[in-house]
């Protein structure tokens, strides 16, 4: 697939649970479509910048599609749509209302390392998979 019609992921590289994420996302990402960076690297700061985010609150995923910024829940949804295998069935919560949507992928943001546990350093991809990663 084109890059320019590939969308970006820009993730917390040493969050447990944002690398299981992305490791889901591989899996089921069966037309290649997603690309990832981490929010630590520079392209994950120009990313954040770009979009008028704040780099050092790590409380959120960004995906970058079609020149658009999705955050939050949103960005997760916009995934989800792109996934193989059946994860579409999740795209039913998207009717709660973006308050509380929002509101419960705060709470597990900031509890995250807690809940998860966190990584001294950012994931380095395998040979296999570098070609979906930007740095």
């Not at 995923?61 to 994860?87: P, T």
């Not at 992928?105 to 979906?132: I, N, Q, S, W």
């Amino acid at each position: 697939m084109d890059k320019k019609t590939q969308a970006i992921i820009v993730f917390d590289g040493v969050c447990n649970l944002c690398n299981g994420a992305v490791n889901l996302i591989l899996k089921y990402d069966k037309k290649k479509h997603f690309l990832f960076t981490p929010l630590q690297s520079e392209t994950g700061t120009r990313f954040l910048h770009e979009f008028g985010l704040d780099p050092i609150d790590t409380d959120t995923i960004l995906l970058v599609s079609d020149g658009r910024a999705y955050v939050k829940s949103v960005a997760v949804f916009e995934i989800i749509k792109g996934l193989a295998g059946g994860w579409q069935i999740l795209s039913i919560f998207r009717f709660l209302p973006l308050s509380l949507r929002d509101g419960i992928y705060a709470v597990v943001a900031r509890h995250r390392y807690r809940l998860f546990g966190k990584r001294d350093k950012c994931m380095m991809p395998t040979e296999a998979l570098k070609e979906r990663f930007i740095t």
